[in-house]
């Protein structure tokens, strides 16, 4: 999961303000959110840092694709095994067979056709006040779900 330490990490971590701001964590953080540009840190056009802003620019081009949740769904790699439905906070304790078939259609997740689907976005408790919530993610075998 790519998260702010994760991005942090590979920044070159010096401080020197010359993206404009103070600090490499806020650079960091407001590269996560899409309000700065990768290529306004200048320290990472040096050859000493070319590994790890190629490794930022995934995480950046993932992170384009982000679902106001933070979700980043890679739907190809789902072979449908309902782990991350069974694991939701949303879905309800019971009315779900092995998680690929609730019954009730007020859950997140859902697998359709044997692929996972986001059923309702607007449920999920990361746009609450559980942004931290990553148990989809942590539960998928495959790597289908990533959260930034």
Not at 50 to 74: I, N, P, Q, R, Y
Request: hydrophobic residues 35%; glycine residues 8%.
């Amino acid at each position: 999961m790519a998260d702010l330490m994760d991005v942090y990490k590979n920044l070159p971590q010096t401080n020197c303000k010359k993206c404009g701001e103070e600090t490499c964590m806020s650079f960091a953080s407001k590269l996560i959110k899409g309000d700065v540009a990768l290529g306004s840190c200048s320290p990472l056009n040096e050859k000493a840092f070319s590994e790890k802003k190629e490794l930022l620019e995934k995480m950046v081009e993932k992170s384009k694709d982000a679902l106001e949740s933070g979700h980043v769904m890679d739907y190809d790699l789902c072979n449908g095994c309902g782990n991350c439905v069974v694991v939701c906070p949303v879905t309800p304790a019971q009315g779900w067979a092995g998680g690929k078939d609730p019954e009730s259609e007020d859950v997140v997740f859902k697998v359709v056709d044997g692929k996972i689907q986001m059923q309702n976005i607007q449920k999920c408790k990361r746009l609450g006040d559980d942004r931290n919530c990553s148990l989809c993610m942590d539960a998928c075998p495959f790597g289908v779900i990533y959260l930034v």
